[in-house]
């Protein structure tokens, strides 16, 4: 049912902490670096990241065939639709889309937009992800799914903490906040879809603005975070239960 990786789970999480060290030291050698440059670079490493894990994996796909489609897969599906909307609405994505294309930056906001969704995706739905639910799997774990979602998505959220160097201290932890809810919910559309193509788009047309070179050092309410996360976390969780207690029935 589930994919076999070609590497083991343990050399899946290694070589995804390894990518992310090598991204962060390569952003701070060249930080003093042209825009361009910098843009170009760190495309290329996210393409390199994208076809590590491709390797490591033998297939973005988890399982051979998709969950079995029930009624409530089907439910599942348009209440998974509907928070797309909903996340991409609440990011003001339509709005952004319109303010890139007129910008001056169209080529270099979308590069850059584009390399952080793969590079991220590649390492935390991609290796992290994998590596957990093979981990899971080595140890006969229930809740496999649920459990792999949740670890990649808390090293997602904590990675970020990096960020510490050029954002408000308050501002880096609703970040952490932040990632880790919105990686919860990747992994379920990971799951749910049974690609990683589609989690790639939606990271990519959220992170997609006009002002992703601006300076980020201010934080936002915690009730707006709270109002938008907590759903956004409960939704996923339910979800993954779920998707737990699918595959295991299938597999009975």
Known sequence: MLFKNRWSWGRQIYWGVMLFLLFFFLSLFFYDTSLTFKTTANFIIAIVALLIAYYALGSFKIFKKNLLWTQSSWIWRWIILI????LLLVEQVPTNILQVLQSKFLILNTMTALAAAIL??????????????????????????????????????????????????????????????????????????????WVIILHFLIDWSSSIYAPHLNSGSWGDLLIILV??????????????????????
């Open 83 to 86: 928070v797309v909307i909903i």
């Open 120 to 197: 991220e995706e590649a390492i935390f739905r991609g290796l992290f992800f994998s590596g957990f639910l093979g981990h899971a799997i080595y140890e006969s774990s229930t809740y496999k799914l649920t459990k792999a979602a949740l670890y990649s998505a808390l090293i997602f959220g904590f990675l970020h903490l990096v960020n510490i160097t050029s954002m408000a201290p308050q501002a880096v932890f609703e970040q952490m906040v932040y990632t880790f809810a919105a990686g919860t919910f990747l992994a379920v559309l990971r799951i749910i879809t049974n690609r990683l193509l």
């Open 231 to 252: 759903p956004l976390f409960l939704v996923s969780i339910v979800y993954l239960i779920y998707a737990d207690k699918l595959l295991l029935r299938q597999t009975a």
